[in-house]
């Protein structure tokens, strides 16, 4: 099924993809290498469009100004389709799972050059915070959490000194830096970030992406 921003053209820059710079931490072992996902040799997922890493850049700088301690830690970024026709068949795959949920959670795996995976165009990231030493900051949820958990604003109601308002806190910090440096959150994910596809431009108000899928180089 479509997403709503899959309706706008994309009229793409032609940046290449660069890879992430050593100042960002990475979670690894990569998650989806792990699962077997079938990624190309020596194709590192940790790279991503050549103006997307000057804006996460500057989204730990801002950060940073706030929150001294923390840092931004990388999950994934640019994603080959056949690995995300991968991750949904995995995930369908999982006890418990419906398609619905699936389907939610995971951009369809489109080879149309008009309706792109988000990931696959070298424009997306997915991330959360962290402390300085790597180690991930409680952000309520899991990255790739399935229902109402995953959204931005789960837990804006919680009571303040709660674990849940620590949680909400740290959803809005992330949110916040990320926001202020250009990005654009997904509506129902708060660890996923993007500028210059579709769902960006969708939610900007601007007419067309800067990205379509990005070659691997």
Request: proline fraction near 10%.
């Amino acid at each position: 099924m479509q997403r709503l921003w899959n309706s706008l053209k994309i009229n793409d820059c032609g940046e290449p993809l660069v890879a992430l710079p050593s100042l960002f931490a990475r979670w690894q072992p990569h998650p989806y290498a792990v699962l077997g996902a079938p990624y190309p040799v020596n194709a590192c997922p940790f790279r991503l469009r050549q103006a997307v890493v000057l804006r996460l850049v500057a989204a730990q700088k801002l950060l940073q100004r706030y929150q001294p301690d923390s840092c931004l830690l990388i999950f994934d970024a640019w994603r080959p389709i056949a690995v995300q026709q991968y991750m949904v068949e995995w995930s369908l795959a999982q006890p418990g799972t419906t398609p619905a949920a699936v389907n939610a959670l995971w951009a369809p795996p489109s080879t149309d050059p008009l309706t792109p995976p988000p990931h696959s165009t070298g424009s997306a990231v997915d991330l959360c915070l962290a402390s300085r030493d790597g180690k991930p900051l409680p952000m309520g949820g899991e990255i790739d959490a399935m229902g109402a958990i995953a959204e931005p604003q789960h837990f804006s109601s919680a009571p303040l000194g709660t674990e849940e308002a620590n949680w909400h806190r740290n959803r809005t910090i992330l949110a916040n830096a990320m926001g202020k440096a250009g990005f654009s959150q997904h509506p129902n994910e708060w660890w996923h970030f993007s500028y210059g596809d579709q769902m960006w431009a969708w939610n900007c108000g601007v007419r067309s992406a800067r990205y379509g899928v990005a070659a691997c180089l």
